[in-house]
């Protein structure tokens, strides 16, 4: 495992990420017993990822309580991300959001605390300044962001210095690379999420593929008739790079995000214990040239022939 400090804070975090959405049913397309979650978090200790990202919104506080019960033991060994619950704007509500999730993981400190959606309605500056507070009362190590485009990004850090952005990033989902870059630029951290486009660049899935009914990828902008095609076009770029190098379609797509300029961590979801020694077989090695060409080459004319949409679930 490789390990990239984060922004311009003290932090080295592996370049692969826990995304711990899946320890909830909300998101986990397989149900797990506490056990089973917790062999995956530490599987992953063992592995050398030590950046974990949970969210209240996830299983509404469900994974954080996972990952509480898995941090018993382990805490210095891991780097926590979470996030302020929705519509926690005030200074005094992100301070409430911060002792739930406290409480929820067990711990008396979180290593990072991202605003997990900027608000829409009104300036985000109250939002940051109840980090920043927290801060400097030793509960949360680093203020961070997480979905906030340039303008919001710029008056964040005007109000106190943020560490990281995380945002969405795959070979289908390239929006965001000026952003990237402006954070990269500004020594703020990049974790990048999605790096498999909700699973379209795994190689499981064809244009026959159908989920039953809840599925989150019924409302995945990849899956739409009229938009899975182009996909699956950077998904056959993507299979005959992993044939070349033996490895899984997923692991490339994976690579790929993680070589990109300016990305701290891929956050990637893990399911099984297979799985989470898969994606941490992602990194640690690289491709030559040529084939990062082709892939990129496979993103651009994807990006240019595909809709534009607003996030990956917007029809």
Known sequence: MRYNKLGWSNLLVSE???GCAQFSSQFTKTQKTEADMIAIMQRALDLGINLWDTA???????SET?????????RDKVILATKVRSRATMPEMVAESCEE???????????ILQIHWPSQDEPNDLTVAGLAKLVKAGKVRYASLS????????????????????????????????LIRYCGERRIGVLAYSPLG???????????????????????????????????????????????????????????????????SVIVGSSSLQQVEQNAAAVGWDMDQDDYASLSKAGESYMASAPRFRTMWDR
Request: net charge positive; aromatic share 10%; proline share 7%.
């Open 66 to 74: 996972a990952v509480g019960h898995a941090l018993k033991g382990r």
């Open 56 to 62: 209240p919104s996830y299983g509404n506080g469900a």
């Open 16 to 18: 692969i990420a826990l």
């Open 198 to 264: 909700e699973g379209i660049l795994t190689g499981r899935y064809d244009e026959t593929s159908r989920f039953p009914a809840g599925d989150v990828r019924n409302h995945c902008v990849f899956f739409l008739p009229h938009v899975m095609p182009l996909a699956l076009k950077v998904t056959a770029v993507v299979k005959q790079v992993a044939a070349k190098h033996g490895v899984t379609p997923a692991q490339v797509a994976i690579n790929w995000t993680a070589r990109q300029p300016y990305i701290s």
């Open 147 to 178: 979905n906030f485009n340039k303008d919001q990004t710029d008056l964040a850090a005007c109000v106190y210095p943020v560490a990281s952005n995380q945002l969405p990033y795959a070979l289908v989902w390239r929006y965001e690379e000026p």
């Open 101 to 111: 999730s406290l409480r929820r993981l067990g711990t008396d400190y979180i290593d």
